[in-house]
């Protein structure tokens, strides 16, 4: 019989769910809209229906190993979603018990980037590596750190945040946090766009970027401007590579990895920004770590990526 897990990836507009082998084939997946459930219980009795679904839909015979959840502000060690700004259900939620009453498999459930950090160790090119660090460059910036073979989780189990480290205090640009200067409002999807924002105001700079609105500008549009010589919009990803190296050789400082993976939107832009970054975090790297350390672009990367990333979890654990 073929052993199976279930991987959910809770986003606020969109969630995904699909079932997953041990070898990291997608068998199926389908997804829902997280916003139209106004509570957690309606919501996961949405997922649960979705989940017999597609496990009616395989024609061989399989059992079901247990389910992972990747989750914003996801709590590894209470099952928890605590306080996530971008879900519309507030203060902590019982999630992985609210599960519990639809499937009698093991369930876990950590946040979004912890999820990719175990995708990479399971499925990806982290395989066999003791420690790595993937660095998940989305709406914001998320982490996940291995460290001996081992996610770390902290004391509290939200340990990782390198997107809410501060690089500008005080006057840097105002984060979801309620905090000023956090890292992911400068190395992100959205942060990128916030500096070609400011480069426009600050300059007259011409660029193609000048003639689409504010609010429509994406970092995808903006990776197809520097591609085809947009100087603006590589001026852009020159700023976003210099902070980001910079924090990533405090990282290395801090934990000596292997390799530094990087995951998300922004990472789809390729060399764009793996290149600059890797030559900034040598820049500002202690000495006796230059040249030592990988920065790479996570190959997991497609529409099933987080499915892969929350079903990692359940094979990080049966396999202990």
């Not at 041990?22 to 809209?33: E, P, Y």
């Not at 030592?292 to 049966?318: D, F, M, P, Q, R």
């Given at each position: 019989?073929?052993?199976?897990?279930?991987g959910?990836?809770?986003?606020?507009?969109?969630?995904?769910?699909?079932?997953v082998?041990?070898?990291?084939?997608?068998?199926?997946?389908?997804?829902?809209?997280?916003?139209?459930?106004?509570t957690?219980?309606?919501f996961?009795?949405e997922?649960?229906a979705?989940?017999?679904?597609?496990?009616?839909?395989?024609?061989?015979?399989?059992?079901?190993?247990?389910?992972?959840?990747?989750?914003?502000?996801?709590?590894?060690?209470?099952?928890?979603?605590?306080?996530?700004?971008?879900?519309?259900?507030?203060?902590i939620?019982?999630?992985?018990?609210?599960?519990?009453?639809?499937?009698?498999?093991?369930?876990?459930?950590?946040?979004?980037?912890?999820?990719?950090?175990?995708?990479?160790?399971?499925?990806?090119?982290?395989?066999?590596?003791?420690?790595?660090?993937v660095?998940?460059?989305?709406?914001?910036?998320?982490?996940g750190?291995?460290?001996?073979?081992?996610?770390?989780?902290?004391?509290?189990?939200?340990?990782?945040?390198?997107?809410?480290t501060?690089?500008?205090?005080?006057?840097?640009?105002?984060?979801?946090?309620?905090?000023?200067?956090?890292?992911?409002?400068?190395c992100?999807?959205?942060g990128?766009?916030?500096?070609?924002i400011?480069?426009?105001?600050?300059?007259?700079?011409?660029?193609?970027l000048?003639?689409?609105?504010?609010?429509?500008i994406?970092?995808?549009?903006?990776?197809?401007?520097?591609?085809?010589?947009?100087?603006?919009?590589?001026?852009?990803?020159?700023?976003?590579?210099k902070?980001?190296?910079?924090?990533?050789?405090?990282?290395?400082?801090?934990?000596?990895p292997?390799?530094?993976?990087?995951?998300?939107?922004?990472?789809?832009?390729?060399?764009?920004?793996?290149?600059?970054?890797?030559?900034?975090?040598?820049?500002?790297?202690?000495?006796?770590?230059?040249?030592?350390?990988?920065?790479?672009?996570?190959?997991?990367?497609?529409?099933?990526?987080?499915i892969?990333?929350?079903?990692a979890?359940?094979?990080?654990?049966?396999?202990?």
């Amino acid at each position: 019989m073929k052993e199976i897990s279930i991987g959910i990836d809770i986003g606020g507009t969109n969630s995904v769910i699909g079932i997953v082998d041990k070898h990291g084939t997608v068998i199926c997946h389908d997804s829902i809209l997280t916003a139209n459930y106004k509570t957690p219980e309606l919501f996961v009795e949405e997922c649960a229906a979705l989940i017999n679904k597609l496990l009616k839909s395989i024609p061989e015979q399989c059992g079901l190993v247990g389910i992972g959840i990747g989750a914003p502000n996801g709590n590894y060690y209470k099952g928890t979603i605590e306080f996530a700004p971008n879900l519309k259900w507030k203060g902590i939620i019982e999630f992985v018990n609210i599960f519990k009453s639809h499937f009698d498999v093991p369930t876990f459930l950590t946040n979004d980037a912890n999820a990719a950090a175990l995708g990479e160790l399971i499925y990806g090119d982290a395989k066999g590596m003791k420690d790595f660090v993937v660095v998940t460059l989305g709406t914001g910036l998320g982490s996940g750190f291995v460290i001996n073979g081992n996610l770390v989780y902290g004391h509290d189990g939200f340990a990782g945040e390198l997107g809410h480290t501060i690089v500008f205090p005080e006057k840097g640009r105002l984060c979801g946090c309620g905090r000023k200067g956090c890292l992911e409002t400068y190395c992100s999807a959205t942060g990128i766009v916030r500096t070609v924002i400011e480069l426009m105001e600050e300059s007259d700079e011409d660029s193609e970027l000048r003639s689409i609105k504010k609010e429509k500008i994406t970092s995808k549009l903006i990776a197809e401007a520097a591609l085809r010589g947009d100087a603006l919009a590589n001026s852009a990803f020159d700023y976003t590579a210099k902070i980001l190296g910079m924090k990533l050789a405090d990282v290395v400082a801090i934990t000596s990895p292997e390799a530094i993976f990087l995951f998300g939107g922004l990472a789809q832009s390729g060399d764009l920004i793996l290149k600059p970054t890797k030559e900034y975090m040598e820049k500002y790297m202690l000495p006796i770590f230059k040249n030592k350390v990988k920065l790479l672009h996570s190959k997991l990367e497609g529409t099933t990526a987080a499915i892969l990333g929350a079903s990692a979890l359940v094979w990080n654990e049966v396999s202990c």
